[in-house]
């Protein structure tokens, strides 16, 4: 990776702390954050608060419509409870994870380095020479200006294919400039859903990146639970929490298809981004951290193995047959094997608890169950011929 690609004054500023990241390092050329979080310096919870009324309008708007055009439409309901659903939680939940990321990304980097995980480059591997070159390559990369640019351009495309190739030619009794509305509001979700994603796989592109081109000290008995790594949790889990927003959102577009709220296009797109980020994101976040794990055990259990290896030849070839001398050794082998089971059993081998991956698991395929039930239902319902 090229380090500067990036802002070489950031690369300045980051070598001028040393190599503590801080959240504002990694989003100076997104200018709506800068926006929320530097210039108006909002609380995230008025950020959220804040989301919810734009949305919350066009939806009163198009709701008071369709009562007054369409009263009594049997999926008024199913579409009344999509926008709600949209409005009250998936919008601000998607604002959260774009919120909160900078500072998780931070925060994982910077609590791996305090707590002495990270160690030595390793001689056999090519990439950074030094932890500090890493972290500015990490700033200029994940602060990479042409990502914004990425961003605006997919709206401005965004908003092109509604308002001129799709809207215009919609039959619906809800008036253009209503939709056109509409579709300037949810715009900005776009947006901020790209630079999260674009966030979020650098984060593990750069994790994993670390955990191959440095030594990794595993801290067995650590509070974290997870050797030190305790610190991918948080971004393992806005990782979940963006797949759950975007299978949710996706059921509810299926809600709201009957008045042309998304094209079959945008919810293609939906469940592609679904089915490649999912398999991505939690083998990324758990498999090489679990691999980087179980080598950092197997390491520290080999010298018992060989030890226990050695004594095991030796009490079969010798040739004395002393009572006291076959207990001793056989004492040695005892004490070996717990030494070994005893290591084997505290240190760590995933970056979170089993049972936690089973939440993280069921998280994510719940709202896609969902999403197929309520697409199964839409299919029974037209095949009936129920409106």
Known sequence: ???????????????????TLSAKQLYQ????????KDTWQLNDFWVIVGVIVPPGG????WWFWGEYVVKGHFWLLGETFGALLQTLVLFPLLFLIYLLLPASIADLFNSLKAKGVIGERRKDRSGSTSYEDFVQQLVSWTDWSWWTAAALMGVVLYLFYRLVLI???????????LRAVAVIVFSPLLYITFLS??????????????FFTFTIHIKPLHPDGSGGLGGL?????LSVLIMFWDALFLSTAIFSIAKSLFSPLEMVLLAAIYLALTPSLLLGWLLFPHQVMVSARDEALQPLADEFEQALIQSLSST????????AGTRRLAVLKQRYDLVRDTFPTWPVEISTISRLVVTVIFPLILALLTSLITLVSHALGLP
């Open 197 to 210: 994603i674009a966030r979020l796989l650098l984060a593990l592109i750069f994790t994993n990146w670390l």
């Open 320 to 327: 004395e047959r002393d009572t006291r001398a076959l207990v």
């Open 1 to 19: 990776m090229d380090a500067g690609l990036g802002n070489q004054q950031h690369g300045a500023e980051c070598s001028a702390s040393g190599t």
């Open 29 to 36: 050329h997104d200018p709506l954050l800068v926006l929320l």
């Open 233 to 237: 949790g948080r971004l393992l889990w």
């Open 167 to 177: 809207e215009p030619h919609i039959a619906t009794l809800v008036p253009f400039w």
């Open 58 to 61: 066009v939806f009163l708007l």
